[in-house]
Nanobody, 111 residues
Framework: QVQLVESGGGLVQPGGSLKLSCAAS????????MSWYRRAPGKEREFVAK???????NYTDSVKGRFTISRDNAKNKMYLQMNSLKPEDTAVYYC?????WGQGTQVTVSS
């Protein structure tokens, strides 16, 4: 069965950094496009970043230049490096493949 498990969330001050991880199993990871989405309190889910099987990337405008999506096919893992974090980045972040979502990991940016 498909499993997507996020980790690495936590509390960080504005301007700080955090790196999220997604451990994937149950499908051929190396051939799969993967995405990060997030949901802030009281808001709809929002696309954050995508990486294709070939390593091409796409980001929502609000995180361009601050976030970097990457993958390690040998480890069946995807990552989201988040720098220069802002309070508005506070959300639950989800690893996504097609209709499959992980459980989410909480990121809180506050001083």
């Amino acid at each position: 069965q498909v499993q997507l498990v996020e980790s690495g969330g936590g509390l960080v001050q504005p301007g700080g950094s955090l790196k999220l991880s997604c451990a994937a199993s149950g499908f051929t990871f190396s051939n799969a496009a993967m995405s990060w989405y997030r949901r802030a309190p009281g808001k709809e889910r929002e696309f954050v970043a995508k990486i294709t099987s070939r390593g091409n990337t796409n980001y929502t405008d609000s995180v361009k230049g601050r976030f970097t999506i990457s993958r390690d096919n040998a480890k069946n893992k995807m990552y989201l490096q988040m720098n220069s974090l802002k309070p508005e980045d506070t959300a639950v972040y989800y690893c996504v493949r097609l209709q499959y979502w992980g459980q989410g990991t909480q990121v809180t940016v506050s001083s």
